[in-house]
């Protein structure tokens, strides 16, 4: 890794070295991490190989077969985005470009307190209210289903993405709003034409990092996904219940613990999430640098 | 309008940021085709002149105008002005060049792209003849579709200039536009300057007093936040020695 460069003195500094230390921590962590996650999915891929991501039976003790949960957890993710992004776009767009300076700190500061609640009370909230409502408005048998489990997840990312896609839209400079009004433009045509395309890689970012915590999300989506380890039939049929991978791993990894095929799959799974995060984290970071560049 | 009805009448009582006055007693008739300089020491309130013409500072906390602003007899801070309107009869140019991140021709024609029934075959043409006004299309014909933010400062000027006159405001308002430039940007501004002073009017604030001299008919002092009948003293501020010499 390079560094700036450092004379002795920086050397001789014993914060240099703490915060050396807390860097390499933190570096350590995800790689052991990833490291670990490799080394227990070792067995599964040796007796599976790539058929343990196509199989849609998850039937232990000895075949496993992660494509529910991976169709779910995108299904999900794909819902969620559905719903949030316009709305928390349209909101973004309203609060950096239309709002006054105070009632704009005000909505700030709901939804920065809405994006750290818990994701159980969603949860609770989602299982009592939102499930009922979906069963009776699209008259289901039940209300637990993938849509349900996506609309609760495009409710709990909506204030991630609306505050950081604000936070995008503040971040390009007056100049450019003043040079747009200097041409007769109006206050919609500046948000839309020169705002938003400039604030887009922050957008970006922010939508990514909203769907990786949808992907993520583990105890609200385990209570109202249904818990059904399959891909539905028609596979577009969304109001099917289903299951993800973080509410699979959720629900049986305390009776898999201590070894055995279960829990190496199950750690299998875990390594599949972890790189569809990573590649979203990756992906919001590189629309991030964009924006800081240009 | 006729040329009897000055492009802008100042009648502004008071101008204020929250409770702090920054223009006051400011009671002045802009001809409609002529350039005037306004000319004066830092923090004199030119600027704040400038964006309060074309209304650039309605969304500043606690920004209020007492007295009257007309434009072609208009009063510009009544409630049924549209200001996006207003700015369209009203360009300004600031002082640091601002061009979108699009390429060169973009920013040309991009306030023209957003006006209703404008046609868009004669974009081309119409770029070409004003990027020619103010001396950039030698520079530049060959490169129209190259990111506009890579030309140098004094060219971005130019072209933020061409951008403007695309639109053909009837007032143009020049914030400083010419400090910090190469001597060939400075000397294209004057000579654009000095011709559009016969179509237009111009309100140009500079801290170069040749330069106002060089291209405009008139020159406005102010200090303070007030226009003055004469040069300000010397003590009074840095520019004040040197418009007794004027």
């Known amino acids: 890794m390079k560094t700036a460069a450092l004379n002795s003195e920086d050397l001789r500094s014993p914060m240099f070295w703490a915060v050396s230390a807390s860097a390499l921590t933190a570096l350590v962590a995800g790689l052991g991490l990833l490291g670990f996650l490799i080394a227990e999915s070792v067995p599964v891929f040796q007796r599976q190989g790539l058929s343990f991501l196509t199989g849609a039976e998850w039937f232990g003790p000895d075949e496993f077969g992660a494509w529910p949960m991976i169709y779910g957890s995108l299904a999900t993710a794909f819902v969620a985005s559905l719903f949030a992004l316009p709305v928390a776009l349209g909101s973004a767009v309203y609060t950096a470009e239309f709002l006054s300076p105070k009632p704009r700190l005000a909505v700030k500061a709901v939804m920065e307190y809405l994006a750290g609640v818990p994701g159980i009370v969603y949860g609770l909230l989602g299982m009592t209210l939102l499930a009922q409502w979906v069963r009776n408005v699209f008259d289901l048998i039940d209300g637990n289903s993938i849509f349900t489990a996506g609309l609760l997840l495009a409710i709990m990312i909506l204030p991630t993405v609306t505050t950081l896609s604000e936070d995008a839209l503040r971040a390009v400079p007056r100049r450019y709003r003043e040079t747009a009004w200097s041409l007769g433009m109006n206050r919609v045509a500046t948000a839309f034409c020169v705002s938003l395309p400039m604030a887009l890689p922050g957008i970006c970012g922010a939508v990514f990092l909203g769907v990786g915590r949808a992907l993520g999300e583990t105890v609200a989506v385990m209570l109202v996904i249904g818990g059904l380890d399959r891909v539905p039939v028609p596979w577009f049929n969304l109001f099917a219940p289903g299951q993800s991978i973080p509410s699979k791993l959720g629900r049986e990894a305390a009776e898999a613990l201590g070894g055995g095929y279960h829990w190496h799959a199950l750690m299998t799974l875990g390594l599949v999430l972890f790189v569809l995060a990573l590649c979203l984290s990756l992906a919001g970071r590189w629309f991030l640098t964009r924006q800081r560049s240009a | ?246």
């Open chain 2, 1 to 246: 309008m006729s040329d009897q009805t000055p492009a802008v009448e100042l009648r502004i009582a008071h101008v204020f940021f929250k409770n702090r006055r920054v223009l006051e007693d400011l009671n002045r008739r802009f001809p409609s085709r002529s350039a005037t300089a306004i000319y004066g020491p830092s923090g004199s309130g030119k600027t704040t002149l400038l964006r309060t013409l074309s209304r650039m500072n309605d969304d500043v906390e606690g920004f209020r105008v007492e007295g009257r602003v007309l434009i072609e007899g208009e009063n510009i801070y009544s409630k049924e002005v549209d200001a996006s309107r207003l700015r369209r009869k009203v360009g300004m140019l600031f002082q640091k060049p601002c061009v979108f991140p699009k390429s060169i021709y973009q920013n040309v024609v991009f306030g023209l792209r957003h006006r209703d029934g404008i046609d868009r075959k004669a974009l081309p043409e119409m770029a070409e003849s004003v990027l020619r006004e103010v001396r950039l299309w030698d520079e530049v014909k060959d490169r129209l579709n190259e990111w506009a933010p890579t030309l140098s400062q004094g060219q971005q000027q130019r072209l933020a200039l061409a951008r403007l006159l695309i639109l053909e405001p009837k007032i143009l308002l020049m914030d400083e536009p010419t400090s910090s430039l190469d001597p060939r940007s400075v000397e294209a501004i004057e000579a654009l300057i000095e011709r559009h002073s016969k179509l237009r009017a111009i309100l140009l604030v500079t801290h170069n007093l040749e330069q106002a001299r060089r291209v405009c008919d008139e020159i406005v002092f102010m200090d303070c936040g007030r226009f003055l009948e004469s040069p300000p003293l010397p003590h009074s501020s840095p520019a004040g020695e040197e418009l007794l010499n004027y």
